[in-house]
């Protein structure tokens, strides 16, 4: 399945997601490409829509490797098989993890004006984004909201992921939704004929246009 672009991969989410939330439903979306994926389910449920920021930790010399990633009060997940084939421990990347805290805080100020949230305790929660790779930061995030808010429902809606991410994520949700799980996945672009950048200024128009809709 190849997507036009992140509006029509949150149009067929949001198809499959009626009735997903009974009442008091919630989008969490991660910026910054999930949040337009995210505001097409909100609309088309009629939900308001917020974001969590969980950050990707990279290898300290090949940042690209993802290695864990962590949330803004600091919950992290690691990869420790792979941590210990680097040769690193917890503690070698407390310097790496606060630097991501740092840049979530900027974010969630820049995004949506501060760092608190209001009392989402409860709610039926839907994490979007436009797609996940090695799951590391949803994994971060789920763990982070069941924690913080203790959802009565916890879904995690993407467009597309590969099988053995899916497998590992399954546990943290109540529900998953998927549209496509490929055999062959090399990156999330590869499944959108668009996937440019999402800018800052999007994520905030967005935030501003859900914000009539909270509850």
């Known amino acids: 399945?190849?997507?036009?672009?992140?509006?029509?991969?949150?149009?067929?989410?949001?198809?499959e997601m009626a009735g997903a939330c009974k009442n008091n439903g919630l989008v969490l979306a991660i910026p910054r490409g999930g949040v337009v994926v995210g505001a097409e389910i909100a609309r088309s449920l009629g939900m308001p829509i917020d974001v969590i920021i969980p950050r990707k930790i990279g290898?300290?010399?090949?940042?690209?490797?993802a290695i864990?990633?962590?949330?803004?009060?600091?919950?992290?997940?690691?990869?420790?098989?792979l941590l210990a084939f680097l040769g690193l421990e917890e503690k070698d990347l407390?310097?790496?993890v606060e630097e991501q805290k740092r840049e979530i805080k900027r974010r969630m100020i820049l995004y949506r004006g501060g760092v608190e949230y209001p009392d989402y305790s409860g709610r039926c929660i839907i994490v979007v984004d436009d797609g996940i790779a090695t799951g590391y930061t949803a994994q971060a995030a789920l763990r982070w909201i069941r924690q913080k808010f203790k959802p009565q429902k916890l879904i995690l809606a993407v467009p597309v992921a590969p099988r053995d991410t899916l497998d590992r994520l399954e546990d943290e949700v109540?529900?998953?939704?998927?549209?496509?799980?490929?055999?062959?996945?090399?990156?999330?672009?590869?499944?959108?004929?668009?996937?440019s950048q999402t800018t800052d200024q999007e994520v905030i128009q967005i935030l501003k246009e859900g914000t009539a809709q909270q509850a």
């Open 1 to 15: 399945m190849i997507f036009s672009d992140r509006v029509e991969a949150g149009r067929k989410l949001a198809k």
């Open 59 to 65: 290898a300290p010399h090949n940042p690209e490797v």
């Open 68 to 81: 864990g990633a962590v949330t803004q009060d600091g919950t992290t997940f690691f990869n420790h098989s």
């Open 94 to 96: 407390t310097g790496l």
């Open 174 to 195: 109540d529900h998953l939704v998927v549209l496509a799980v490929p055999d062959d996945f090399y990156a999330v672009g590869q499944f959108y004929r668009d996937f």
